[in-house]
């Protein structure tokens, strides 16, 4: 059993920044692969990013790439969503998601998620 809570969103200008983290309960981090995930009104729920457990292997969907990077710290049993040059599609609410089977893009994959925090893009 793991327990997750996001923190970092909030109102940000259309080229800023922000950085998301996950906390994450349990001695077990680092045997997950942890992911974010966004879902925006009336959309579904997306895959923004992925990590292994160790950390080296990271993965993103197209419209994030370059932009946001996905890193990890298992001595502090957390994980990180750094948002860079934020745009209002990014506005949703991003979930830090958790799983011990290999690393997925599908939120099928994951067997626990946190509340969520919002992120708000104004252009």
């Known amino acids: 059993q793991v327990q997750l809570v996001e923190s970092g969103g909030g109102l940000v200008q259309a080229g800023g920044s922000l950085r998301l983290s996950c906390a994450a309960s349990?001695?077990?981090?680092?045997?997950?692969?942890m992911g974010w995930f966004r879902q925006a009104p009336g959309k579904e729920r997306e895959f923004v990013a992925t990590?292994?457990?160790?950390?080296?292997?990271?993965a993103y969907a197209d419209s994030v790439k370059g932009r946001f990077t996905i890193s990890r710290d298992n001595a502090k049993n957390t994980v990180y969503l750094q948002m860079n040059s934020l745009r209002s599609e990014d506005t949703a609410v991003y979930y830090c998601?958790?799983?011990?089977?290999?690393?997925?893009?599908?939120?099928?994959?994951?067997?626990?998620w946190g509340q969520g925090t919002q992120v708000t893009v104004s252009s």
């Open positions: 998601a958790a799983s011990q089977r290999p690393a997925s893009v599908y939120a099928y994959w994951y067997n626990y």
């Open positions: 349990g001695r077990t981090f680092s045997s997950f692969v």
């Open positions: 990590i292994t457990g160790s950390g080296d292997n990271t």
